[in-house]
């Protein structure tokens, strides 16, 4: 390199004060020619394009095991009594190895299912099921708020489109649902690659268990509208992803989660309670006593 830079300065006719100049440089080794090319070369004059991601309770990341376990470091258990027997359980575990954030999704599933069921037996919500909107609100909570509405409603509206377009084919149920779910993976990646391009970090970021969740959860919508008219079906999806919504951020409430971890027997078991004083209930739902209580009014009066 060295030799290279002297036979330019030769050749090109440079002025003898800077040929002077150059051989003076090479010759005491100063290596100010070699410094300043090989700053140029250092990572810092690289621009690096980096997405943040965001903290996912249902990922074991350095930023939420931390953020959890430092929830018991500063609250230790004491000793093992019969009134703190779970969260010690609870510590014990988080200390041989086990995420605490997979205690807490653990401890805080059975809520979430015990919310569904109240809603439909005592509310009159009427969801699908009482697994798909608890598996839809683990889906919003590990892909956020806004992106998991997204991808919802763009899994949602291609099952619907794809599966009028292709009824004139007439295929079995099963080839069907293959080639439904082919297209709503390819609407998903193309879904993924304009977000890469426009820099949507919260899609990018989303991991495969809560994409393959919301594609999997599009056969169940598929035979909602199969079997139920438009405007059932579009009832039943809409109070479904309400239900999804409102676990979700219950599921992603830092206070829910504290108290979860410093108070696990209340949640456990008061949770079975819950379900019992529930299930044993046998009056009117509110939306039936909203819409008979004109009707009860008139027999009153009677």
């Avoid at 290596?31 to 394009?49: F, Q």
């Avoid at 690659?193 to 970021?205: H, K």
């Avoid at 509208?225 to 830092?254: C, H, K, N, P, Y």
Wanted: glycine share 6%; net charge neutral; proline share 4%.
């Amino acid at each position: 390199m060295k030799t290279f830079l002297l036979v330019c300065a030769c050749v090109f006719g440079l002025a003898q004060p800077v040929r002077a100049q150059i051989v003076s440089e090479l010759a005491t080794g100063s290596g100010t020619l070699e410094s300043s090319s090989s700053a140029e070369a250092t990572p810092s004059g690289i621009v690096e394009k980096k997405i943040e991601e965001k903290p996912d309770l249902t990922q074991p990341t350095v930023e939420v095991k931390s953020k959890l376990e430092k929830v018991l470091e500063d609250n230790p258990v004491g000793t093992l009594k019969y009134s703190n027997f779970l969260r010690y359980a609870v510590v014990r575990a988080v200390k041989n190895g086990v995420p605490v954030n997979t205690v807490i999704l653990v401890l805080l599933f059975p809520l979430v299912v015990a919310i569904v069921a109240a809603a439909r037996h005592l509310i009159g919500v009427r969801g699908v099921g009482i697994l798909t909107p608890a598996l839809l609100a683990v889906a919003f909570l590990a892909t956020g708020v806004w992106a998991g509405v997204l991808l919802f409603l763009i899994i949602l509206l291609l099952a619907t489109t794809v599966r009028i377009a292709i009824r004139r084919l007439k295929l079995q149920y099963l080839p069907r649902m293959a080639l439904l779910l082919w297209f709503v993976s390819a609407g998903v990646f193309g879904a993924l690659l304009v977000a890469s391009v426009f820099d949507l970090s919260g899609i990018v970021t989303v991991g495969i268990f809560p994409i393959l969740i919301l594609m999997l959860l599009a056969e169940t919508f598929i035979d909602i509208q199969v079997s139920r008219s438009s405007s059932e079906a579009r009832d039943i999806i809409l109070q479904t992803f309400i239900l999804a919504m409102v676990s979700s951020l219950l599921l992603g409430w830092e206070e829910v989660q504290r108290f979860v971890l410093l108070f696990p027997e209340i949640i456990f078991f008061g949770v079975a309670i819950f379900d019992i004083f529930v299930g044993r209930y046998t009056g009117l739902r509110m939306v039936e006593y909203l819409m008979f209580k004109p009707a009860m009014k008139d027999d009153d009066e009677e």
